[in-house]
């Protein structure tokens, strides 16, 4: 289903540096609206033999891990499958995703720098996997629109910014994106939800989960209000069959060698197809924004009536 125009614009950026500060903080509102922004050429830099590299990776279980993923904080590396690489070839891949992330990190301080103080850099991951047909379990398929969220990394109101490279030679990676958080969540709940001024953040939190049909129990006392509704969020997009089967999609093709950015809890999103990508993720604290009234913790709590961090 898609009626009308695609609602998530694509803005091509040809020229990305330098910056100055009035056009930085313009990416940053057009980014946290729900835009995507598209480098058609990416501003990262990989080197041949690093791409060649990356290019000869296969994973050979595609239930096993999602993702190969490295943990810029720790500087570790998990996801690999040992029995497929040697001590060598998992101690290169190792440089290359610390090299990549630093890379990305570097680049966006600059090109967003409003962000630059108050950001933290979690996972880079490299997706080497067909998307199209991969047998995953249902929560964590990518081909199923949905906004992402944590299971273990509540991020308490920080937006979560990714950034993408397609780094096959000769195929696009297809995505199909939904219409943004701020008009999809609505549709699951009634127009007002007006808790009693006494009420606590967790106990709106739990009437906005039955407002949208997604039950009342929080899982973790570790995530916030906020937190426990987007990951239920999360679940329920995917495991709406009448949600999926319905909502408006409208496709992206991105080129191989391009870069794009992306607030994925605003935009709903799904990997159709499409192999050999990298990736970066942000969290960008509330008090970071140049345009918190976009973010999905702001749309929440207008529909609460209450804070929900």
């Known amino acids: 289903m898609n009626p009308g125009a695609n609602p998530v614009p694509l803005v091509t950026i040809e020229n990305p540096l330098p910056v100055s500060a009035e056009q930085a903080r313009a990416w940053c509102a057009q980014l946290e609206a729900g835009d995507i922004l598209y480098f058609p050429r990416t501003p990262i830099a990989i080197s041949p033999d690093d791409l060649s590299f990356l ?3 296969q994973q050979t279980d595609s239930s096993l891990h ?18 497929i690489a040697n001590a ?10 610390r090299g990549y992330s630093q890379s990305v990190a570097k680049y966006l301080t600059e090109f967003l720098s409003p962000y630059r103080a108050n950001w933290s850099l979690d996972y880079a991951s490299f997706r080497p996997q067909e998307e199209q047909g991969r047998d995953l379990p249902l929560r964590r398929r990518n081909d199923l629109l949905h906004t992402d969220a944590f299971p273990t990394r509540p991020t308490h109101g920080a937006r979560i910014l990714r950034f993408f490279n397609n780094i096959h030679p000769s ?6 994106v939904g219409e943004p958080f701020a008009q999809v969540a609505p549709q699951f709940a009634p127009s007002q939800i007006a808790p009693r001024p006494d009420t606590a953040a967790s106990r709106a939190a739990k009437s906005l989960g039955r407002a949208v049909g997604l039950g009342s129990a929080i ?3 570790k995530r916030s209000p906020y937190d426990d509704f987007m990951m239920r969020f ?4 995917k495991e709406n069959t009448r949600f999926q089967a319905e909502c408006a999609r409208y496709p992206e093709q991105f080129p191989p060698g391009s870069s794009w950015m992306v607030y994925t809890d605003t935009v709903p999103h799904a990997v ?3 192999q050999y990508a990298l990736e970066q993720t942000f969290l960008v604290s509330p008090q970071a924004l140049v345009a918190p009234q976009h973010s999905p913790l702001k749309v929440l709590e207008s529909i609460a009536g209450t804070a929900l961090i």
Do not use: C
């Open 55 to 57: 290019l000869g990776q």
């Open 66 to 83: 999602k993702n190969i993923a490295y943990k810029p904080n720790a500087d570790k590396l998990s996801g690999v499958e040992t029995r």
């Open 88 to 97: 060598a070839a998992v101690s290169r891949l190792h440089s290359i995703m």
């Open 219 to 221: 899982p973790s006392l």
């Open 234 to 237: 999360h679940n329920f997009l």
């Open 171 to 176: 195929r696009t990676r297809d995505w199909v």
């Open 272 to 274: 159709l197809a499409g």
